[in-house]
Each structure stands twice: as structure tokens, then as C-alpha cells.
């Protein structure tokens, strides 16, 4: 049943952004049907194999994206936006935000990696900064996004390769394009923003193995959530 498999388990580190596109991408194709009512959260909790506070920052990202409608009261729940948002011809710039993602991993990884190993102090504090502007930016997103670009082309800069650089730059601004043509709720930076926290953590100890990690969840990531909320 369609139920069976939209609801299966969630298996990721990225449970958040992966539960939030399996349920927009239900609803774009149908599958939740405009007006449909969820399963009660302890329900969805266990179907999905997520812990509630998952669940609950899922839905209130699709509730502030248009997705969702959450009502109060003996007759509320969360209800599929009727009508939903409505779909728009992607532009010819969005047929190809895959293979713009497959190029973001391939350079951010590897900036992950040598910023662990080379960032100096006063990198990890500039870093740290912006993940604190980034904190209070969560209700605005082109502030927020400001401090996303400088942050990442930061750890570009970490590295000391100013070929790194130039490359993260190009990155950020074909991601830039992407970014916007999806909603921005707060949920989804606060989420980001706690990887990039990590991130420099990963730096200040010269973990880079766990910073290539921590980078690969936070660009899994920005893939779940654009697939879930493109047009």
C-alpha cells in the first residue's frame, strides 16, 4: 500500500530533511490528497522510526512552507494545505540542481577535509561568528543567507588554496540560484546552522574525519530539502 511505503521507516542522519521531503513530495504528487488529515504524531513517530522533536520541526517546516495546515481543538491535526502550494514550471535553470549538488559535494568535501587540517585559530573564531549571526538570522533569510555564503567560502579560505576558493565562490552562486526558487522556514536553517556549529568544532579539534562527515549530512541535507520544496 502507498500508506506502508510513504510512512516506512526514516533511516538517515539527516532524518529531518529526509521526513520533510518524503511528506512535500507526497503531497506534490498526490499521494497526500489536499485536505487529508496525518496520522496522530505518536503514530507517525513510530511508523517513521523518528523521535518526536523530528517529527514536530518536519512539520512545522511544512506548515510555514504552505505545505501543511496545523488546527487546534477537538477536530484539529495536521491537514494537507487545501489547496497546496501551486506547482510552477521549474525554470531551465532547476533541471539540472542535481548535478549543481554532485559539484557542491565534490568541492565541499575536500574543503571540509583541508580546513580541518589548516584552519588556523583565527579561522575557527571568524567561523564561530558567523554561526552566531547565522543563529539570530533564522526569521530572515537573505541576512541569514549572507552569512551562509561567507561562512562556507570561509572554509574555502581556512585552506589556504586560493583555487579553493574561487571554486567554493562559483559553488555558493550556483546554489544561490537554486536556494532561490524553495521557501525558507526556520526550522530548516536553525537545523543547518546547528552542521555548521559542528563544523567548526570539527576544525577547532583537527578532526577532518569527522568534518567530512558532518559536511556530507549538511549537503544530504540541503538535497532533501530542495527535492521536497522545488517547485
Not at 477536530?75 to 514550471?89: K, N, S, W, Y
Not at 581556512?158 to 562559483?170: H, I, K, N, R, W
Not at 552562486?173 to 537545523?191: N, R
Amino acid at each position: 500500500m502507498i500508506a506502508d511505503s510513504l510512512f516506512a521507516p526514516v533511516v538517515s542522519t539527516t532524518a529531518f530533511e529526509e521526513t520533510l521531503e518524503r511528506l512535500s513530495t507526497a503531497i506534490k504528487l498526490g499521494l497526500l490528497e489536499p485536505g487529508a488529515r496525518l496520522p496522530p504524531e505518536r503514530e507517525l513517530c513510530e511508523q517513521l522510526g523518528i523521535a518526536r522533536s523530528t517529527l514536530r520541526q518536519a512539520l512545522t517546516a511544512l506548515v510555514q512552507s504552505g505545505h501543511l495546515v496545523a488546527l487546534r481543538g477537538r477536530a484539529g491535526g495536521t491537514f494537507v494545505a487545501d489547496p497546496p502550494p501551486a506547482l510552477q514550471p521549474r525554470p531551465e535553470s532547476l533541471l539540472s540542481w542535481r548535478e549543481t549538488c554532485d559539484t557542491r559535494v565534490a568541492v565541499e568535501l575536500g574543503v571540509a577535509v583541508l580546513a580541518a587540517e589548516r584552519a588556523s585559530a583565527d579561522d575557527v573564531e571568524r567561523l564561530r561568528a558567523l554561526v552566531a549571526a547565522m543563529a539570530e538570522d533564522v526569521e530572515d533569510f537573505g541576512l541569514y543567507r549572507q552569512a551562509d555564503v561567507r561562512f562556507h567560502i570561509g572554509l574555502a579560505e581556512a585552506t589556504g588554496s586560493p583555487a579553493l576558493v574561487a571554486a567554493m565562490t562559483e559553488t555558493q552562486g550556483a546554489m544561490g540560484d537554486l536556494f532561490a526558487h524553495i521557501a525558507h522556514p526556520p526550522e530548516v536553517l536553525a537545523w543547518a546552522n546547528a552542521q555548521h556549529g559542528r563544523l567548526v568544532d570539527c576544525l577547532r579539534r583537527r578532526d577532518g574525519a569527522v568534518a567530512v562527515r558532518t559536511m556530507q549530512d549538511h549537503l544530504r541535507g540541503s538535497e532533501h530539502v530542495l527535492a521536497g520544496l522545488l517547485p
